[in-house]
């Protein structure tokens, strides 16, 4: 079975703060991680995705994660939060011969001046 | 590049009354995905398919049917609209499993009165 779990439903930063959301997954087999980001009645857009190529991965906006296998986690991170950053983001998981993808329950990111 | 296009984007139902979200996809891509998303419940999976005439049951498949006629097009079918329906809903899909990451659609909200 896969599962992701998101710590904090709800996190508020300054603005020109360090952005740090937690992913911890449960998998039995090496997972496929994914960040998505929702922005208000908006769809789901894919921020950065670990493929087992890299363990530190780049995303758009400035946004990166790093796979941690021996904490099984994947945190997101961004140096220095900006007002736009401010959306619900979503960490999913996906076994290699998983046709779902498992998401977690979210965190909403607050920004303030 | 449409990508996931879902109609309708609001829908009002009544208890009782019948309809069909519409998802069509123009990726050729074999894997499609129906989430509904409820406020701090994540986004969970209601039914998936891998290919035109082959679909599966996600977690929370009770009152809904799906089907998979064409690669492009996946409906999905609430017959006897209850309360408890009252979502968000996102169609998905991707062209593989495993690392391949999902595209949404912009979400339908659904009230059911």
């Known amino acids: 079975a896969q599962s992701v779990t998101q710590l904090g439903s709800h996190v508020s930063v300054s603005e020109g703060a360090l952005v740090l959301l937690r992913c911890n997954y449960s998998?039995?087999?090496?997972?496929?991680l994914f960040w998505y980001v929702q922005y208000p009645n908006q769809g789901l857009q894919l921020l950065l995705k670990?493929?087992?190529?890299?363990?530190l991965v780049k995303g758009i906006n400035g946004f990166e994660a790093e796979f941690k296998k021996s904490e099984t986690s994947f945190h997101l991170t961004k140096p220095s939060a900006h007002m736009s950053d401010a959306a619900e983001y979503f960490c999913?998981?996906?076994?290699?011969?998983?046709?779902?993808?498992?998401f977690g329950t979210g965190t909403r990111l607050q920004v303030t001046l | 590049n449409a990508g996931v296009t879902q109609t309708p984007k609001f829908r009002i139902l009544k208890i009782g009354q019948s309809m069909t979200l519409q998802c069509t996809q123009d990726?050729?891509?074999?894997?499609m995905y129906w989430y509904r998303q409820d406020p701090g419940m994540g986004l969970k999976l209601i039914y998936y398919?891998?290919?035109?005439?082959?679909?599966d049951k996600g977690e929370v498949p009770n009152g809904y049917n799906v089907s998979r006629s064409t690669t492009e097009d996946f409906p999905l079918r609430l017959e006897l609209a209850a309360p408890s329906q009252t979502s968000v809903y996102f169609c998905?899909?991707?062209?593989?499993?495993?690392?391949?990451?999902?595209?949404f659609g912009q979400g339908t909200r659904l009230t059911v009165v």
């Open positions: 998998s039995s087999v090496p997972p496929y």
């Open positions: 999913a998981v996906r076994t290699g011969t998983a046709s779902k993808l498992t």
């Open positions: 998905a899909s991707s062209m593989d499993r495993g690392q391949t990451e999902a595209f």
């Open positions: 990726m050729n891509h074999n894997y």
């Open positions: 670990y493929t087992s190529a890299a363990t």
């Open positions: 398919s891998v290919g035109a005439g082959i679909t």
